[in-house]
């Protein structure tokens, strides 16, 4: 686990000159976990939106514990918020970000409930998840740049930026891409804006009116969605004539 000094000042210099508050910035060339890194960071007292960088995962994670394949040229980072709200659904709200951080590179991507951003085609492209520890929420974002072949059970699957525009990208660069989005939608977040991003969410997902069914450890719910919740991010889901308010599980277009 090296770290690398030249990446860390790229990052440093650009939220500088951003204007943009972080606490420390560490690069390095090959970690375990960046979420781990993260979280055992914020134990020896790494500042709030510390950000941990790594070229390489070699046990990354995504949902329900699923290895993300985590090979060189991805892009793989978390985030230390030790200035938390626990009813904010920062998965959400960082998959917003990598939305439109690839918009911004001219990639039409959409959003899938409940923190994935796939591409048009509905392969996936870039997965995110939140977890929270007593002082502590850690946001962790792997994106899929650089990688032009996945093993075969991921090939119809998933896709990358390589495959979808041509173009190969620094995973620093994209990092600075997606902090420049991320970091205003967490302070309107912070600030009392989670019903207009979640409102702005709904929309850029085309949820509305879609039958689904959400697979999850309490069982199948199936019905048409009317939307999701304005502040928890909730699916809201007309099923048995009642709205339902689905707080995770596997999301499936029917």
């Given amino acids: 686990m090296k770290r ?10 650009f939220a500088e000159g951003r204007g943009f508050p972080v606490g420390s910035v560490f ?5 375990d976990s960046t979420m781990d890194v993260a979280f055992h960071l914020y134990e020896q007292g790494a500042g709030n939106r510390s950000i941990v960088l790594s070229r390489e995962q070699k046990r990354g994670r995504g949902r329900f514990g699923k290895r993300w394949i985590s090979t060189t040229g991805g892009l793989y980072v978390s985030i230390v918020l030790r200035v938390f709200d626990s009813e904010i659904p920062y998965s959400m709200i960082a998959s917003y970000g990598v939305y439109r951080a690839l918009h911004k590179l001219h990639l039409r991507v959409t959003l899938k409930w409940i ?5 048009q085609e509905g392969r996936k492209i870039a ?5 929270e520890r007593e002082g502590c929420t850690a ?14 059970e991921l090939e119809g699957s998933a896709t990358s930026y390589v495959l979808e525009t041509g173009k190969t990208i620094d995973p620093v660069d994209f990092l600075c891409h997606l902090l ?3 970091f205003p939608l967490l302070d309107r977040a912070h600030g009392g804006e989670i019903e207009q991003l979640m409102e702005a969410w709904e929309r850029e997902a085309s949820l509305r ?10 069982g199948e719910v199936r019905g048409v969605v009317t939307g999701i919740h304005r502040r928890t991010g909730a699916l809201l889901v007309a099923a048995d004539n009642l709205i339902q ?3 995770g599980g596997n999301l499936i277009y029917c």
Avoid: H, Q, W
């Fill in 115 to 119: 923190n994935d951003v796939l591409s």
């Fill in 245 to 247: 308010e689905v707080y």
């Fill in 180 to 182: 420049e989005e991320l």
């Fill in 27 to 31: 690069c390095f060339d090959r970690v």
């Fill in 209 to 218: 009116g879609r039958m689904v069914r959400v697979v999850g450890d309490c």
């Fill in 139 to 152: 946001i962790g974002v792997g994106v899929n740049l650089n990688t032009d072949r996945f093993p075969p």
């Fill in 127 to 131: 997965g995110v998840l939140s977890e």
């Fill in 4 to 13: 690398l000094a030249a990446d860390e000042e790229k990052v440093k210099a």
